[in-house]
């Protein structure tokens, strides 16, 4: 069975600072990595996923398999980034295409 | 294009009372699944669904039957609700690899 694990509940940092909030994961298999976003007052969405290798919003996140990780990293964070920031995992075998959640990190970037 | 959308957004439960929670998306998309949230787990799937017609369970079945009659709705229904069935449930919806959420139905069972 697959397990994310986010270590921190609640991350705070001020603007312009960086900021990198941490996701582990846990599967055999050869895994498919996603970080989701949670903006105040609206829905969950797709942040970025680890086979684009893309940066949006400026953020990046590099799927590390030797240490099982997959943070989320931004050089330099706005007020704007708050938010609560899922990382999801899903196996590539199987076709039902369900995530697997770590259980949040809520970020706060203060003024 | 209104995406994923469910009914209701708020409801309250006494325990032992039942409730259906729809969720429609107008995308097409084969996949769709039931997930509920509470402090400190994240989202954990409940059902989800492979097509119309098609049910499976998640990681946390137990207490929830669901439903998908016509390719663009999902039911979750809750036969007999408990205390421990409070919590925020979000509907998702997807074709390829990334899901689309609905708003999210506020839920207490008292």
């Known amino acids: 069975a697959q397990r994310v694990t986010q270590p921190e509940k609640l991350l705070s940092v001020f603007k312009g600072a960086p900021v990198e909030l941490k996701c582990n994961y846990s599967y055999s298999g050869s895994p498919e990595l996603f970080w989701y976003v949670q903006y105040s007052r609206q829905r969950l969405q797709l942040l970025l996923r680890?086979?684009s290798r893309e940066s949006i919003k400026g953020f990046t996140a590099d799927l590390n398999k030797g240490e099982t990780s997959f943070h989320l990293k931004k050089p330099f964070a706005q007020e704007e980034d708050s938010a609560m920031y899922y990382c999801?995992?899903?196996?590539?075998?199987?076709?039902?295409?369900?995530?697997?959640f770590g259980s949040g990190t809520q970020l706060t970037v203060l003024p | 294009n209104a995406g994923v959308t469910q009914t209701p957004k708020f409801r309250v439960l006494k325990t032992g009372q039942s409730m259906t929670l729809l969720c429609a998306q107008d995308?097409?998309?084969?996949?769709m699944y039931w997930y509920r949230q509470d402090p400190g787990m994240g989202l954990r799937l409940i059902h989800y669904s492979v097509g119309e017609g098609t049910t499976a369970k998640g990681e946390v079945p137990d207490g929830y039957n669901v439903s998908r009659l016509k390719k663009q709705n999902f039911l979750l229904g809750l036969e007999s609700a408990a205390p421990s069935q409070t919590s925020v449930y979000f509907c998702?919806?997807?074709?390829?690899?990334?899901?689309?959420f609905g708003p999210g139905t506020r839920l207490t069972v008292t």
């Open positions: 999801a995992l899903r196996a590539l075998s199987g076709s039902a295409r369900q995530l697997t």
């Open positions: 998702a919806s997807s074709w390829t690899t990334e899901q689309y």
């Open positions: 995308m097409n998309h084969e996949y």
């Open positions: 680890h086979i």
